[in-house]
Nanobody
Framework: QVQLVESGGGLVQAGDSLRLSCAAS????????MGWFRQAPGKEREFVAT????????HYADSVKGRFTISRDNAKNTIYLQMNSLKLEDTAVYYC??????????????????WGQGTQVTVSS
């Protein structure tokens, strides 16, 4: 079993930066690919970024490419999402997710088995 706890969300202005963290419990963390997803009000949850178990492979949604960076520290059982040049449309609840038996990256939310409770990111003008 893996438990995920996100932190770092908040209210920022457009153009600002924010770093989200996701702390994981469980011995399989270092063997699990991880991902960040987000859900804006009235919209479906969407993929943001994913990272392989080793951290050597990453992939981003086109909407955040070049602005967001996903990383992980397996010694700390934590993944991060560095968000720069935030835009109004980045406002959403951000969730981290873990794959139970997959080490490779995945953009499909249905390939993830564990989810955090989410952290709110609000970008104002």
């Amino acid at each position: 079993q893996v438990q995920l706890v996100e932190s770092g969300g908040g209210l920022v202005q457009a153009g600002d930066s924010l770093r989200l963290s996701c702390a994981a419990s469980g011995r399989t963390f270092s063997r699990s690919a991880m991902g960040w997803f987000r859900q804006a009000p009235g919209k479906e949850r969407e993929f943001v970024a994913t990272i392989s178990s080793s951290g050597g492979n990453t992939h981003y949604a086109d909407s955040v490419k070049g602005r967001f960076t996903i990383s992980r520290d397996n010694a700390k059982n934590t993944i991060y999402l560095q968000m720069n040049s935030l835009k109004l449309e980045d406002t959403a609840v951000y969730y981290c997710a873990a794959r139970a038996l997959g080490a490779v990256i995945a953009t499909d939310q249905f390939r993830y088995d564990y989810w955090g409770q989410g952290t709110q990111v609000t970008v104002s003008s």
